[in-house]
């Protein structure tokens, strides 16, 4: 996490025990995720059709055939779920701070664009869909919008960042680490003072939890600690980080601010999981759901497949006292053999595997799409005859149930990151910016924020922070449901219950302001004026 005040960040004191309690506890979380590591490694053997590799190869000459319906699957409903890539909308309590909330609307969306949230959120379904976790975090990057700073929410690798193995809930967490390999060059460019200090990490020789193998040791695990701690005194809380490296403290949040990290005292951290488990945050994903039916069906392939293999290669059968020479029979282009008796000589033909077989197959395949929601009419497949987009789009909308579901945990979190976003941004927003106010280009307007903006005084003279809401809508519609909106519009407005520029309005589509210049009567190409004569 980057902050104007990271140089002193970098001067903490080295105190061995501290630094101690702190590599047990990581090294007690990886004791408990090293289970929950290998199931995501072997999620993700599945998604991409590397699962045969768990089976031991005991002929080179079998085939291993792969039929990708776990990739298939998610990447189907991936599509679905970034078909609902979620906007935050901003509101406040109060109508008379409504000019706050459309400011804190445009900062909100500028950040998003700022840090790519799009791109950001196509690896959280990812990560969703396959392992069935997925988090983000949220922070304040100060050299952001030309230095005047800016929040974020990015997201984390599941595989790089661990939560307490005992709670249900992250904020109980005794703490949070984030890590990741570093080669010793990088921190002598970053931290000079300690690079020549750092200790091989004791755990090197172990698989990393992100693919990389700590072998050497010029490979160090930076690691990121959060703690949250509780004072009953104030009862409030408080967030506090630390990065440690090579055994020794290279950064502390404590020295430059002892009263938290951040002023909402929560971890910076939304967890969302897509099947839930009993007794953790941590979910199940589609390659956990299907990972049966998967190697299943896969397996089944194999045996049809080596089955038209052998009988495209029928063995012939020779005895000795037949009197053939075993050679002289390979040889198809010779039109006499010579021998004793054909008696000695037999075809061994493979049997034809049973048609239910095949069915079954088909079957299983067929079952995991319809189980997980990846039906035809979710993947924009027409039967039955139908082409109406108003009834594809009803038949989309029922099949995409499963979908919906999922759409509305990762928006839930969204807003849940959304909140802490505008909290940061509360506390952290020390330079006014100007952003780009307005939901279409005609609306558009240079609104100047700061962060005074969301505190009001009170006839005390106190500074109160305004409260804010915070909902979630869709940025992008499906084309079938767009199309079948449209056809709504056009209808209202040939029944005349609208006026054809009240159905330009309402209708979505691109271009659509261009579209309303060109009605307006001033851009008209044969509009009457003097110079014309008409």
């Given at each position: 996490?980057?902050?104007?005040t990271?140089?002193?960040l970098r001067?903490?004191?080295?105190?061995?025990?501290?630094?101690a309690s702190?590599?047990?506890l990581?090294?007690?979380?990886m004791?408990?995720y090293?289970?929950?590591?290998e199931?995501?490694e072997?999620?993700?053997?599945?998604?991409?059709?590397g699962?045969w590799?768990?089976?031991?190869?005991?002929?080179?000459?079998?085939?291993r055939?792969?039929?990708p319906?776990?990739?298939s699957?998610?990447e189907?409903?991936r599509?679905d779920?970034?078909?609902?890539?979620?906007?935050?909308?901003?509101?406040?309590?109060?109508?008379?701070f409504?000019g706050?909330?459309q400011?804190?609307?445009?900062?909100?969306?500028?950040n998003h664009a700022?840090c790519?949230?799009e791109?950001?959120?196509?690896r959280?379904?990812r990560?969703?869909?396959i392992?069935g976790?997925?988090?983000?975090?949220t922070?304040?990057?100060?050299s952001?919008?030309?230095?005047l700073?800016g929040?974020f929410?990015r997201?984390?690798?599941?595989?790089g960042?661990?939560f307490d193995?005992?709670?249900r809930?992250?904020?109980?967490?005794?703490?949070?680490?984030?890590?990741?390999?570093?080669?010793?060059?990088?921190?002598?460019?970053r931290?000079p003072?300690?690079?020549?200090?750092m200790?091989?990490?004791?755990?090197?020789?172990r698989?990393?939890?992100n693919?990389?193998?700590?072998?050497?040791?010029?490979?160090?695990?930076l690691?990121?600690c959060w703690q949250?701690?509780y004072?009953?005194?104030l009862?409030?809380?408080?967030v506090?980080?630390c990065?440690?490296a090579?055994?020794r403290?290279i950064?502390d949040?404590?020295?430059i601010?002892?009263?938290?990290?951040y002023?909402h005292g929560?971890?910076?951290?939304t967890?969302?999981?897509?099947?839930?488990r009993?007794?953790?945050?941590?979910?199940y994903?589609?390659?956990?759901?299907?990972?049966?039916?998967?190697r299943?069906s896969?397996?089944?392939?194999?045996?049809?497949?080596?089955n038209?293999?052998?009988?495209?290669?029928n063995?012939l059968l020779?005895?000795?006292?037949?009197?053939?020479?075993v050679?002289?029979?390979?040889?198809?282009s010779?039109?006499?053999?010579r021998?004793?008796?054909?008696?000695g000589?037999s075809?061994?033909?493979t049997?034809?595997l049973p048609g239910?077989?095949?069915n079954?197959?088909?079957?299983?395949r067929?079952?995991v799409?319809?189980?997980s929601?990846?039906?035809d009419f979710?993947?924009g497949n027409?039967?039955?005859?139908v082409?109406?987009a108003?009834?594809i789009?009803a038949?989309?909308?029922?099949?995409?149930k499963?979908s919906?579901?999922?759409?509305k945990?990762?928006?839930?979190a969204?807003?849940d990151?959304?909140r802490?976003?505008?909290?940061?941004?509360?506390?952290?927003?020390?330079?006014?910016?100007?952003?780009t106010a307005g939901?279409t280009?005609?609306?558009?307007?240079?609104?100047?924020?700061s962060?005074d903006?969301?505190?009001?005084?009170?006839?005390?003279?106190n500074d109160?922070?305004?409260e804010?809401?915070?909902?979630?809508?869709?940025?992008?519609?499906?084309?079938f449901s767009?199309?079948?909106?449209?056809?709504?519009v056009?209808?209202m407005?040939?029944?005349?219950?609208?006026t054809?520029?009240?159905?330009?309005?309402?209708?979505i589509f691109?271009?659509?302001?261009?579209a309303k210049a060109?009605?307006?009567p001033a851009s008209?190409?044969f509009?009457?004026?003097?110079?014309?004569g008409?």
């Amino acid at each position: 996490m980057k902050n104007n005040t990271d140089a002193k960040l970098r001067q903490p004191i080295q105190d061995p025990e501290r630094i101690a309690s702190l590599y047990d506890l990581f090294t007690e979380y990886m004791d408990a995720y090293s289970a929950e590591w290998e199931r995501i490694e072997r999620c993700e053997r599945l998604y991409r059709g590397g699962h045969w590799d768990d089976v031991p190869k005991t002929d080179a000459n079998e085939p291993r055939p792969v039929t990708p319906i776990v990739y298939s699957t998610v990447e189907n409903i991936r599509a679905d779920l970034m078909d609902m890539t979620p906007e935050a909308i901003i509101t406040a309590d109060e109508p008379r701070f409504s000019g706050v909330a459309q400011a804190l609307n445009a900062v909100i969306r500028e950040n998003h664009a700022r840090c790519g949230y799009e791109s950001e959120y196509s690896r959280l379904i990812r990560d969703l869909l396959i392992s069935g976790t997925m988090v983000q975090e949220t922070g304040y990057d100060p050299s952001a919008c030309g230095g005047l700073g800016g929040a974020f929410i990015r997201h984390v690798d599941a595989r790089g960042i661990m939560f307490d193995p005992y709670c249900r809930d992250i904020q109980d967490s005794r703490a949070v680490f984030k890590f990741a390999p570093y080669r010793r060059e990088w921190f002598l460019k970053r931290y000079p003072e300690h690079a020549d200090l750092m200790r091989a990490d004791s755990f090197r020789l172990r698989r990393a939890p992100n693919g990389f193998f700590l072998d050497d040791s010029d490979s160090i695990l930076l690691i990121e600690c959060w703690q949250r701690e509780y004072d009953p005194e104030l009862n409030r809380h408080s967030v506090h980080m630390c990065r440690l490296a090579g055994q020794r403290l290279i950064a502390d949040s404590r020295l430059i601010k002892p009263e938290g990290y951040y002023a909402h005292g929560a971890y910076p951290f939304t967890v969302t999981a897509l099947h839930e488990r009993k007794g953790t945050f941590l979910g199940y994903g589609l390659a956990d759901m299907f990972e049966s039916q998967q190697r299943m069906s896969d397996k089944l392939d194999q045996i049809v497949l080596k089955n038209a293999l052998m009988a495209s290669r029928n063995k012939l059968l020779v005895t000795g006292a037949s009197g053939f020479d075993v050679d002289d029979l390979r040889d198809w282009s010779k039109e006499v053999h010579r021998g004793d008796s054909l008696s000695g000589i037999s075809w061994f033909a493979t049997a034809p595997l049973p048609g239910y077989l095949l069915n079954y197959i088909e079957e299983i395949r067929r079952g995991v799409k319809e189980e997980s929601g990846s039906n035809d009419f979710s993947r924009g497949n027409s039967i039955g005859g139908v082409t109406a987009a108003a009834a594809i789009s009803a038949l989309q909308e029922m099949s995409n149930k499963r979908s919906r579901m999922a759409a509305k945990a990762v928006h839930a979190a969204f807003a849940d990151a959304v909140r802490q976003e505008l909290e940061i941004e509360r506390e952290f927003s020390v330079l006014p910016r100007t952003v780009t106010a307005g939901a279409t280009a005609d609306e558009a307007r240079a609104v100047r924020f700061s962060a005074d903006m969301m505190n009001t005084r009170t006839p005390l003279g106190n500074d109160v922070p305004i409260e804010l809401q915070v909902s979630v809508k869709v940025q992008r519609e499906n084309r079938f449901s767009v199309i079948a909106h449209n056809e709504l519009v056009l209808s209202m407005v040939k029944l005349n219950m609208v006026t054809p520029q009240a159905g330009l309005d309402l209708m979505i589509f691109d271009a659509k302001e261009q579209a309303k210049a060109l009605m307006s009567p001033a851009s008209a190409p044969f509009s009457s004026s003097p110079a014309s004569g008409m």
